[in-house]
């Protein structure tokens, strides 16, 4: 099992960058394909970004691509998203998360609590 700790969301300008972070403890982080995922008011949840366990492969949803970028240091069980070129639709609760599966099919098997990120035009 794995315990998730999200952290780094907030307020930020349409243009800006933000970053946020993912505290994972538990055994056997490496193993897993980490992920942000995220849900807006009245949207469903969307995947944004996965990584697999060796950062070997990395996926993102086309509306980030380009602008978003997933990371990981397994030596110290964290996740991040660098988050660049912000857009008032990035505005959700981002979630990180912890899968066997990637890309996506990326379902999310251990959830943090979320961090909330806004953007203002």
């Known amino acids: 099992q794995v315990q998730l700790v999200e952290s780094g969301g907030g307020l930020v300008q349409a243009g800006g960058s933000l970053r946020v972070s993912c505290a994972a403890s538990?055994?056997?982080?490496?193993?897993?394909?980490m992920g942000w995922i995220r849900q807006a008011p009245g949207k469903e949840r969307q995947v944004v970004a996965t990584?697999?366990?060796?950062?070997?492969?990395?996926y993102y949803a086309d509306s980030v691509k380009g602008r978003f970028t997933i990371s990981r240091d397994n030596a110290k069980n964290m996740v991040y998203l660098q988050m660049n070129g912000l857009k008032d639709e990035d505005t959700a609760v981002y979630y990180c998360?912890?899968?066997?599966?990637?890309?996506?099919?990326?379902?999310?098997?251990?959830w943090g609590q979320g961090t909330q990120v806004n953007v203002s035009s």
């Open positions: 998360a912890a899968s066997f599966t990637s890309g996506t099919s990326f379902n999310g098997r251990y």
């Open positions: 990584i697999t366990g060796d950062a070997g492969t990395k």
């Open positions: 538990g055994r056997f982080f490496s193993a897993y394909v």
